[in-house]
């Protein structure tokens, strides 16, 4: 461990397992079970808890809480899981909770910010270059598809979903599923137009734009019920990656798509 700086008021112990090149600021607690990648850094007062595996150059920033105990009072105290992946950054007081069985896992994808405050409950899966303002709360088990972001102090139903490259507002309340490519707002939130900013920002092609603007009006600005608008879209827009990916999540939902 000579290539690894840990503070003298830190407590590490000796049933973890520390990445070669990793800071560990003070007052910083990690518990047996913490398996850590290499080059991370813990600012200080960081408490990290087992089972947790964690990959490298993540940043975990003061008073962040990371791998305790579900909340969910089925909790029988059995081992149960978290896993995150490589360059997030987590910043103050943020939390995050190990599964609630031992036979699941909460996850965490790849080069998320994740902001003050903000939560991922028990058995919630999120991917990869997430970003959830302060304040942004999950529920357990909800999904997080890629490049979503959750606004300040949004706050997510357990069991829902949010679709890759989606947005929802500040203060939302998030009770239904909410597909890729839109932007939810409001309490409760509604769909409110497609994220034409992140779309632009993240490179999308502007015929592929024009695609997602027409599957937006079919489901939310024509007259049809959810199951016509998604025959609708299928019949009448072309199959490109963005509509299959629009179809394929309206039509694996179980609690029904934000309107």
Not at 29 to 35: D, M, N, R, S, T
Not at 124 to 144: E, R, Y
Not at 161 to 186: E, H, L, N, W
């Amino acid at each position: 461990m000579s290539d690894i700086e840990i503070h003298p008021t830190a407590i590490v112990d000796a049933g973890s397992e520390i990445g070669a090149g990793t800071v560990i600021g003070p007052y910083c607690i990690i518990e047996a079970g913490v398996v850590l990648g290499r080059d991370s850094w813990l600012q200080h007062h960081v408490t990290l808890c087992g089972p947790t595996r964690a990959g490298a150059r993540n940043k975990f920033y003061a008073y962040c809480s990371i791998g305790q105990q579900t909340q969910d009072l089925k909790y029988a105290a059995e081992p149960t899981y978290l896993e995150i992946g490589a360059e997030n950054t987590f910043r103050e007081f943020v939390t995050v909770n190990r599964s609630t069985s031992s036979d699941g896992k909460t996850r965490i994808g790849h080069c998320g910010n994740f902001l003050a405050y903000s939560h991922v409950g028990h058995d919630c899966v999120v991917g990869d270059a997430v970003v959830f303002s302060n304040n942004g709360t999950l529920a357990g088990h909800v999904q997080v598809e890629d490049h979503a972001i959750i606004g300040g102090l949004t706050a997510v139903h357990q069991f829902c979903r949010i679709g890759r490259f989606a947005i929802t507002g500040g203060c939302s309340k998030i009770v239904q599923d909410v597909p890729p490519f839109m932007i939810a707002d409001g309490n409760p939130a509604e769909i409110r137009g497609v994220n034409l900013v992140g779309l632009e920002r993240n490179g999308f092609a502007p015929e592929s734009v024009k695609w997602i603007k027409e599957a937006f009006r079919l489901i939310y600005r024509s007259k049809l019920n959810t199951r016509q608008a998604v025959e609708a879209v299928r019949q009448e827009l072309p199959a490109n990656e963005e509509i299959i990916q629009i179809l394929a999540f309206i039509e694996k939902s179980e609690r029904g798509i934000i309107r």
